[in-house]
C-alpha cells in the first residue's frame, strides 16, 4: 500500500518550480506530507484531509484529488533551504497504520 | 521543549546480541510508531502502539518486539539481530492516531554484524 511518488529525484535552480506527485493505488483517506533533510529526522509539512483540498505552507501548498487517489506538492520559487527529501504519507482504512510515499530527492542549486 | 528522544543514536552489534533501542516522548502523545528507513525504500512502519498496552505490526515487524508499559516510553527490541536489519531507525508520536502530524525522534543507526 506504499504511496508512489514522482520524480524519484529533481535538481532546481534557486528560484524555480516544482512539483511532486504522489498516487495510490488504494484510497487515500488523507495525505500527509513531510520534509527530510540530510542526516535529519522528517518534519511535517502539511495534511490534507479532504478531497479537492488545497493547502499552502510560506510558498509550498498541495492539493489532494481523492477521486484519482493522487496528491502533487508545489513548490515554487524554490530557495536553497527547500532542498531535501519530500515524502507523501498516508493513513490506512482504520488509521491505525501508516504508510510512507517512496521519496522524492529535491536540491535547489545556486 | 517538546521532544521525542531515542537512545542510542549509533549502535554497532552483531548477529544474536539481544539489544533494545529506547524512545520517548514528553507530549503526552497516545499514538506511536518505529518506522525503518533504507535507501530505495523509504520509511517502513515497523509496529505501532495506540496507547499504553495497545500495540500492533505495521508493515515489516518480522525480527522485532515491543512493548508499551508507559504512555511515554516505546522500545524497540531485537532478540536476535540479524545483519538485514542494519538500518536507519526513527520513533515517532502524534496525538492520537488519526490525522495527525507525527512528531520523529532524532533516529538510531544501526549496525549488525
Known amino acids: 500500500q506504499q504511496p508512489v511518488q514522482s520524480p524519484q529525484a529533481v535538481i532546481l535552480r534557486e528560484g524555480e518550480d516544482a512539483v511532486i506527485n504522489c498516487s495510490s493505488s488504494?484510497?487515500?483517506?488523507?495525505v500527509h506530507w513531510y520534509r527530510q533533510k540530510h542526516g535529519e529526522a522528517p518534519v511535517f509539512l502539511m495534511i490534507?484531509?479532504?478531497?479537492?483540498e488545497q493547502k499552502g505552507h510560506e510558498k509550498i501548498s498541495a492539493s489532494f484529488n481523492e477521486k484519482k487517489q493522487q496528491s502533487s506538492l508545489y513548490l515554487t520559487a524554490s530557495q536553497l533551504s527547500y532542498s531535501g527529501t519530500y515524502f507523501c504519507?498516508?493513513?490506512?482504512?482504520?488509521?491505525?497504520?501508516?504508510?510512507f510515499g517512496t521519496g522524492t530527492s529535491l536540491t535547489v542549486i545556486p | 521543549e517538546a521532544q521525542v528522544t531515542q537512545n542510542p543514536r549509533y549502535l554497532i552489534t552483531v548477529t544474536g546480541k539481544k539489544l533494545t533501542v529506547t524512545c520517548s516522548q514528553n507530549?503526552?502523545?497516545?499514538?506511536m510508531s518505529w518506522y525503518r528507513q533504507d535507501p530505495g525504500l523509504g520509511l517502513r512502519q515497523i509496529y505501532y502502539?495506540?496507547?499504553?498496552?495497545?500495540?500492533d505490526k505495521g508493515d515489516v515487524p518480522e525480527g522485532y518486539k515491543v512493548s508499551r508499559k508507559e504512555k511515554r516510553n516505546f522500545p524497540l527490541i531485537l532478540e536476535s539481530p540479524s545483519p538485514n536489519q542494519t538500518s536507519l531507525y526513527f520513533c515517532?508520536?502524534?496525538?492520537?492516531?488519526?490525522?495527525?502530524?507525527?512528531?520523529f525522534g532524532p533516529g538510531t543507526r544501526l549496525t549488525v554484524l
Open positions: 515517532a508520536s502524534s496525538k492520537g492516531q488519526n490525522y495527525n502530524e507525527q512528531f
Open positions: 488504494k484510497a487515500l483517506y488523507s
Open positions: 490534507l484531509l479532504k478531497g479537492g
Open positions: 504519507g498516508t493513513e490506512g482504512k482504520t488509521g491505525n497504520q501508516f504508510y
Open positions: 507530549m503526552n502523545h497516545e499514538y
Open positions: 502502539s495506540m496507547n499504553v498496552e495497545v500495540t
